[in-house]
């Protein structure tokens, strides 16, 4: 739908990132609007776990851009597709960074309704430690009353692979727990390197997503924590109702799994969401995992530049 490509701001003297609607994709009336609304999505949050947006525009020729921060580093699909399987607290860790921002989403209305590892990006704070950022709130949705909805109910928005059952089946009628439900299906490819429903034709994916029985974690992990493997089974819950209500309640459900620089974000998300903070100070190091896993290393500076879309990543 968009690409992204660097730029240099000469008054600021700093690079930047340059996203632009695609010449094909204007032809939608509803394309321009849909932009200006992840604009405005990405805006409202202050996250650090959100790509900042600085400025949006109109081109010559009636196209809408928007200017964001340039970010360095690698999507998180991508680290597990170079890197295999990620070591269980990078991965809880990493997915704990992205609930930061998807609770202030919650706080003001908006579901992000495209979650997956290419939305999560991985760059590095200025003292080198890890921080996750969440991408493409392109096809956001805000919830409530009078607010409009720009997506037709028979469109295929998202990515089929980690969509909710709810939202394959009605895109109106989904709430925030279809991305819990897609956060659930992420951490999951990041332990694993592969998804707990696969299919060969989008209708039979369709067909698993409704009505199959997912694949266990552990049979693609068999080192990982029988406890975990059910904290992200209850995530990805066909019936959203025995899902975790809130991204606090699957932050404080991860806190045993998560290493120390985790905790602060795992109390915030918490207090954000309403839901009692876990006892960190008690949970001295997470549980045991067995077994070897890949180094979950960040990746280089300038990494992202190979990707060919610096900064963030272009739209589906």
Known sequence: MGIVVEARHLALEERVALKFLLPNVMANPEAPERFLREARAAAKIKSEHVARVSDVGTLESGAPYMVMEFLEGSDLSRLVHEKGPLPVPDAVDYLIQGCEAIAEAHSHGIVHRDLKPANLFLTRRRDGSPLVKVLDFGISKRMGPGVENLTKTSAAMGSALYMSPEQMQETRAVDHRTDIYALGVALFELLTGTLPFMAETLPQLCAAILTGTPRPLRQ????????????????????????????????????????????????????????????????????????????????????????????????A
């Open 220 to 315: 693609f992990r068999p080192d990982a924590p029988e406890q975990l493997a059910a904290v992200v089974a209850r995530a990805y819950e066909r019936d959203r109702a025995l899902r975790y209500q809130s991204v606090g309640e699957l932050v404080v459900a991860l806190a045993p799994y998560a290493p120390p620089r985790s905790y602060m974000v795992i109390e915030r998300v918490a207090r954000m969401c309403g839901v009692e903070p876990p006892a960190l100070a008690r949970i001295s190091s997470p549980p045991e995992v067995s077994g070897s896993s890949p180094p979950g290393a960040l990746p280089s500076a300038g990494a992202r530049a190979s990707q060919g879309v610096p900064g963030v990543s272009a739209m």
